[in-house]
């Protein structure tokens, strides 16, 4: 995947498109964790994917090459891949559903931390010591926002925090593929494995018998139901706005140095707060914010650190 900007390709252009696509996949994360309270996640998901293989369909419609994107020469990447983006937006969107939604932004602002670790094993990168630094203090974040010190380490938390391994490692994967997969390409594989996936899920269990009292398994395994039409707006949200903030992402990572970009992404975490106000009534507490303050930052430190070290070998 080319991490170079080129001159027609100016950096200010995937600046916009990774800050436009992390502030519209905040949307996202506000309308599932609206619709967690009535629908089971594989419903939700389901939706979700039908409304974003339509959007991939309409907009490739008039495009030179149409539906070109449906082809792969690497079935068995993308079959890794979609796999486990699906297990860590199961295990994001539980996790979500319990806990504020700033809290379950910030632990999962740890995949910078988790991706400059994995770099070491998966791609043979070397990493010095400040970054390894900036490492342990994202951990230290970790560990705050788990809030052990309420007696037990928190359920929910743990779930977003796997989530983000996972994201990260997609993420890895991402990279390994870029060169040989376009953006609308990638989109599509991922949709279409959410739709099996989910739909599998609703043959089995969309009749409610593995349903609980308990809030969290009652989450994944809630009968299905038609949707209201007062819920058809928050379905139509998370929809198109994992579709379009998936290839803003996707195409700025294609066109723009990583290092130089990859900050930007943090602009979704001031969108979790405003969120968790509005729509949810939440403000992240004292203990909240110090996890905040220690994630974003040693991760942000990461990326303009590797930013740095990419320009002194020019």
């Known amino acids: 995947m080319a991490e170079t900007s080129s001159p027609g390709q100016p950096a200010l252009t995937g600046i916009l498109l990774v800050t436009g696509g992390a502030l519209i996949f905040s949307i996202n994360d506000m309308a599932v964790k609206h619709l967690s309270g009535s629908y089971a996640l594989h419903q939700i998901i389901l939706i979700r994917a039908l409304i974003g293989m339509t959007f991939l369909f309409v907009i490739a419609a008039p495009s030179a090459t149409g539906y070109g994107f449906t082809r792969t020469r690497r ?20 996790g979500l559903a319990r806990m504020a939604i700033a809290d379950a932004a910030a632990v999962a602002y740890i995949s910078p931390l988790v991706v400059t670790a994995l770099s070491v094993v998966v791609l043979g990168e070397k990493v ?90 009652s989450f994944l395994f809630r009968p299905w139901f038609w949707p209201p039409a007062a819920d058809w707006p928050w379905l139509l949200a998370t929809g198109l706005s994992v579709s379009i903030g998936g290839l803003m992402v996707s195409q700025a990572y294609r066109t723009t140095e990583a290092g130089l970009i990859a900050p930007f992404e943090y602009s979704g975490m001031p969108m979790a707060i405003f969120w968790g106000i509005t729509i949810f009534g939440t403000w992240p507490d004292a203990q909240s914010w110090l996890g905040i303050a220690l994630i974003c930052g040693s991760g942000l430190y990461v990326v303009l650190r590797e930013a740095q070290i990419r320009r002194e070998r020019r």
């Open 128 to 217: 010095g010591p400040r970054r390894w630094t900036a490492v342990l203090i994202g951990l230290a974040g970790i560990v705050v926002m788990l809030r052990p010190g309420a007696g037990v380490i928190q359920p929910a938390a743990l779930l977003v925090l796997i989530s983000a391994v996972l994201y990260a490692l997609g993420n890895l994967l991402t990279r390994r593929m870029g060169g040989t997969e376009s953006a609308m390409t990638l989109a599509f594989h991922v949709q279409l494995g959410f739709i099996l996936a989910s739909g599998a899920m609703g043959v089995w269990a969309g009749d409610g018998h593995l349903a609980t009292d308990d809030p969290l398994w």
């Open 75 to 94: 079935p068995g990447l993308h079959l890794l891949r979609v796999s486990v983006i699906l297990i860590s937006n199961v295990t994001y969107f539980t």
